[in-house]
Structures are given as C-alpha cells and as structure tokens.
C-alpha cells in the first residue's frame, strides 16, 4: 500500500525524443533546398514541446549530405510534429530538391531513464600550444568513450573578443556516469599531462538555470543559448510570482526557525521552477528568447510581454 502511494507522488518528467533526417540534395537546388530547411526549422521552432534543433551541411570528402536534427520534449510531443499538417507540406517541399527520397531516424526515448547529464570544460591553451591541446583532447575523447554511460563530447574553439577559451561538452547517462570518468586515475593521468598546455582550466557541470533554458543552433550556427540579460528577466518573471505562491503557504512552517523556513521555501521554489514554471515560460517566451540577434520586432514584443506579465503580477498580490 505504501509502495502504491509513493509511486503516485512520483513526478514523472518525460525524456526528450530526436529526429534525424538526411538529405541528399541535387547540385542546381541548394540554394532552394536552404529555403525550405529554414522554413521547416522555424517551423519546429514555433511547434508546441520544441526543444533544439540543428543543421548541418555537406562536408567535401567526408559528408555528401545535408542532415537536419530536431528534438522534442517528449515521444508524444515528437509524434505529433511528425504528424502535423504544417510539417508534411514543409517535407514534401523539401523532397522535390532532393536526388534521391530522404531517410528519417528517430531516436525515442526512455521516460523512465535518468536524465542525461554534462560537464562543462574550458581551457584557455598557451601560445603554440593549440596543436599539442588538439592531440591531447583526441586522447581525452577516446578515454570518456570507455567509460560506462558516455554519450559524446562537443567541443568549440575560440571565437574572437568575447570567447577566448575552448571550450568542451562533455554528455554522460547519469550523475553516477559522469562522476565514475571525473573521478577515474585515467582523468588525473590526463590532467597532469594537460597542465603545461594550458594557462588555466575551468569545469562546471550544466545544472541550474542553464537546465531551464534549451540549447539551439540556427542553420549553419554554432551553439546558440539566450543571452544572459534575456535568462535573467525569464527567470525574474517565472520567479517573482513563484516566491509570493509561496509566501502565501509560509504559515503552514510559521513555528519553525527563519533558516528552516528559507531551506523550505527554496526547496519548493525551486522545484517548482525546475519541473513546472520554466519550461512552460521557456516555452511561452521562446519567440524571444530564441530571436535572431536584431530581430527588433521581437525584442521589444518580449520585453513587453514580461514587462506587463511582472506588472500585473504586481496588481493581482497587492489585490490579495
């Protein structure tokens, strides 16, 4: 009976699903072929559950395809942007610039699974030392890979004024995973023989607020995240009426200590903003957050919306 009434408080959070799709693109319509890709992307972008999605075009020698990613929030929310109307007419459109049918693999996942974790890693290398970095990342690579529960590894080289470092993604299954391979010898073998390479190194493990904003690319893009005064005022807006909810239930702990009282309210806040406030603002508000840089029009149709949902907010608790 307990064990019945447990898994029923459970929260079940759904595991985002992924779509492939690969294109082989005929030589005298790539310039329509990019046309439709966008429209399609923008398309998903706008769709209900969306979560990232990406683009990448032929390398010579290597890659002769096209191929387009899209993650949704769950299986259902996949299933249904697979069969919506507005995506078939965007396949069909895409299909008549292709040489030959394109292939679609879908990757559904696993709700009952943990979800998969990250590390962050950057590196500011020495001067001279980039060819030396390179090498001893490729060893870094293939030892993660031989540890249970890896998933991949991205990786970013600088990129002038504002991002000097290289930076590393670094994907494992689960908590568990990801500490095996930091704490393993082999990682501190590697990070002796790092030392005289870099000038300095950093590590940080994507939780918190970076878990509450998804991760897109625009076609031909690099990783691209809301800009860091955009997540700001999304959180102060999913924030802000989440702390007065709360203030409300403060009584039910009244007789407990202050320092009590606060470990309380932040576990309920930010559980609240983890698993049900952001990802439906994140959401409502991706118009904004995932605006193209100098998109005026959404700029300041996002800042009003959270500029009159704040001040309302306002209305309605002094009214209470």
Not at 72 to 99: G, H, T, V
Not at 206 to 217: D, I, K, M, N, P
Request: glycine share 4%; no cysteine.
């Amino acid at each position: 009976m307990n064990n019945d009434s447990t898994e029923s408080r459970t929260v079940h959070v759904p595991q985002p699903a992924t779509a492939i799709a690969s294109h082989l693109v005929r030589a005298d319509k790539a310039d329509e072929y990019f046309k439709a890709q966008t429209a399609i992307t923008d398309a998903a972008r706008k769709f209900p559950g969306f979560v990232g999605t990406e683009v990448l075009g032929p390398i010579p020698g290597l890659q002769a395809e096209w191929v387009a990613i899209f993650r949704l929030e769950s299986n259902q929310a996949m299933k249904r942007w697979l069969d919506s109307p507005e995506r078939a007419q965007l396949a069909a459109r895409i299909e008549a610039y292709l040489s030959e049918p394109s292939r679609l693999l879908l990757l559904a996942s696993d709700d009952n699974a943990e979800p998969p974790v990250a590390m962050v890693f950057t590196h500011r290398v020495a001067k001279g030392k980039v060819a030396d970095y390179l090498a001893w990342r490729r060893k870094a690579i293939e030892a993660q890979a031989h540890y249970p529960g890896y998933l991949a590894t991205d990786f970013f080289k600088p990129h002038g004024t504002f991002q000097n470092e290289w930076v590393d993604i670094v994907r494992y299954r689960s908590v568990d995973d990801l500490n095996r391979w930091m704490e393993s010898e082999e990682r501190q073998s590697l990070l002796k023989e790092l030392k005289p390479i870099v000038e300095s190194m950093h590590a940080h493990p994507v939780t918190g607020l970076e878990g509450w904003f998804a991760l897109s690319r625009e076609t031909g893009a690099t990783v691209s995240a809301p800009p860091p005064w955009k997540q700001a005022l999304a959180v102060l807006f999913a924030l802000y009426p989440t702390v007065m909810v709360l203030s409300f239930l403060n009584p039910l702990w009244r007789n407990l200590s202050f320092a009590q009282s606060m470990l309380i309210g932040n576990i309920l806040s930010v559980t609240l903003l983890t698993y049900l406030v952001m990802p439906r603002l994140s959401r409502l508000l991706n118009f904004w957050l995932a605006a193209p840089a100098h998109d005026w029009k959404n700029e300041a149709l996002g800042l009003s919306t959270v500029a009159i949902g704040l001040a309302l907010f306002v209305l309605i608790f002094q009214a209470l």
